[in-house]
């Protein structure tokens, strides 16, 4: 990545800085571009309080960043629309600073922070229709493309917050894509798995998870030509359900327009099954797909994961990265097939 | 592990399962003793209500397991004690069935959970005198020992959840202990980094990490003879405390008396800085120490991470396992460092 090495001065305050953990090698962003004092962390009673305004109804009005892509109807109004978020856990910047201290490693936080928001303020993605979600699925390729390429950018991640303990702050539903320069360790133990399990069995391991959850059934939630949607093995929440192309294809941006819809299709399908059946529960969904850092990961497969917030990581959650889930999941898939029946 | 293999038949409905990821190789634990039918999962407003009872109060009235250690006082009433979990997350058996499905690896969930409470229903960590902290961390110790040569253990993770968001269901003190069968991707990740720093440097990165932040002291938040606690560097949360011996050693359960009171010293001004500081906010701290695999970890250090519930984690966090902090360490430590003046 493009740090100036030596440099070694504070980013401005207003920048953001990624730190790495010097024992684990991970990382965590310090975003003091929503900088707040020691105060404002006090512990008190959080108010239940509606919004006071939307503030993506009218993005210009409400002082949101211009536009960098829109999409209209035919009468004229927007359909969707994407711009760069006002409060950017990364910054946009031709380069990094080193911001290295001793024996640990930090950097400023380069990259691109934009939210892609559909028109309706009520109507989640479950409650579109498919061409709608089809369009959102559309939006993240035209930007996922239009970024992948930048010189500060190794990995994007597009993801969408929804509902009680997901952590969306705005109601309006959107999706978020953040662009940064390293890729996350996330993704990078995706990766590793990927490549070990090819190595020791000359198989994909997506292509192998795809056939045996297309065989034995008792996980599925939805299946069409191009994708399943199914409830993981090792689901680590409760209704987990993993979005796969039947085809291999470890690149995101590399979607076809045929597959798109077959992904939206796929996507509200299990979307729906969890609103109906849950009674609109917060969830999390994000896409994983290979780094756009210049090498090839042939043997992983791009894939949507969707994780329901049904469950609060404790202590051992936290402590060992082992999750405890309270169901099974094949109970969970019969649930969710049941919704769609 | 002692994993009976080919047997493949599901475990009792009562006993849990261990699954592993076949993609990334972590594991998740399928708890079906504390098992919900999918109704269950329905989101619903939760109405905050106070607990009727507090079972641990008088754990044999409450119908607790029999205790497996009791600390008394000069009165006679007791000071401590430690029973099995009511409804644990792994069981009690001389053997794991294999529980694997296909292309996926699983076992039963074998091992112990034990619940560590304190007598005061009321005095959180951070209130309690140093000897009684210092009487936590000894049954903490006495129970790692006595469960740490168990056939089906390889690691023990002791933790502590405390008040809200960080999952405590009970609001009586208490720690937990979970011995499993299986090293945590959580304490892999940090063994395999402790490796790879001292093949690269030759130095034990705890001893580095150390050293830096007696010399910086700017994240410093309290120090004695034996063990110092500071922000990280590259802090998750914010307000994250590590609280890490001076001594090079990898095994919390070779503690010296003089190091626990030293280290109940040093835990108990990090909680209170935090209690004093942020009205009491919700955390979770948990010891990190080398499996009891029969592995030797050298160049690895023992030590207590503290996580105060400040922030939700979000999409980002999720997808990427990259956390957003909103606080620099050297401020939170700051503003800690004030509270104990």
New interface residues.
């Given amino acids: 990545m493009p740090v100036k090495k030596g440099e070694n001065k504070k980013a401005h305050p207003s920048e953001s800085?990624i730190?790495?953990?010097?024992?684990?090698?991970?990382?965590?962003?310090?975003?003091?571009a929503?900088?707040?004092r020691?105060d404002d962390?006090?512990?008190?009673e959080q108010p239940v309080q509606e919004p006071k305004s939307d503030p993506f109804e009218d993005p210009e009005a409400s002082g949101q960043e211009k536009d960098v892509l829109i999409y209209r109807r035919d009468d004229g109004d927007w359909s969707l629309r994407v711009f760069p978020n006002k409060f950017p856990?990364v910054q946009n910047s031709r380069t990094a600073k080193d911001l290295s201290?001793?024996?640990?490693f930090?950097m400023s936080g380069v990259g691109h922070h934009e939210i892609i928001v559909t028109r309706d303020p009520k109507r989640s993605l479950a409650l579109l229709d498919t061409w709608q979600v089809a369009e959102v699925i559309d939006a993240y390729q035209e930007r996922y493309l239009a970024l992948m390429n930048k010189k500060t950018v190794k990995?994007i991640?597009i993801?969408?917050?929804h509902?009680?303990?997901?952590?969306?702050s705005v109601l309006h539903p959107h999706s978020?894509l953040?662009a940064?320069p390293v890729v996350?360790?996330?993704?990078s133990?995706?990766l590793?798995?990927?490549e070990?399990?090819y190595r020791s069995t000359k198989q994909d391991?997506?292509s192998?998870?795809v056939a045996?959850e297309l065989?034995?059934r008792k996980r599925l939630i939805f299946e069409n030509e191009h994708f399943v949607a199914f409830c993981?093995?090792?689901?680590?929440a409760?209704?987990e359900i993993w979005v796969v192309g039947k085809r291999h294809n470890p690149y995101f941006e590399r979607i076809t327009d045929e597959e798109k819809f077959a992904c939206a299709e796929a996507l509200q399908a299990s979307l729906r099954a969890l609103h109906q059946?849950?009674?609109?529960?917060?969830y999390?969904?994000?896409?994983?797909t290979a780094p756009c850092d210049g090498s090839d990961y042939p043997h992983y497969r791009w894939h949507i994961?969707i994780?329901?917030r049904?469950a609060?990581?404790?202590?051992?959650?936290?402590?060992?990265?082992?999750?405890?889930?309270?169901?099974?999941?094949e109970?969970?898939a019969e649930?969710l097939r049941k919704q769609l029946q």
Avoid: C, M
């Fill in positions: 800085e730190r790495q953990d010097i024992v684990t090698g991970d990382w965590v962003v310090i975003a003091t929503r900088a707040k020691p962390f006090v512990s008190a856990v201290e001793g024996p640990y930090a990995y991640q993801f969408h917050n509902g009680k303990g997901s952590g969306a978020q953040i940064i996350s360790p996330g993704l133990l995706d590793a798995g990927a070990r399990y391991v997506f192998v998870i045996h065989e034995a993981p093995f090792a689901s680590r409760a209704f059946g849950l009674n609109d529960p917060g999390n969904f994000y896409i994983h994961e994780i329901p049904t609060t990581w404790a202590g051992f959650e936290l402590s060992t990265g082992i999750e405890v889930s309270t169901i099974l999941p109970v969970s649930f």
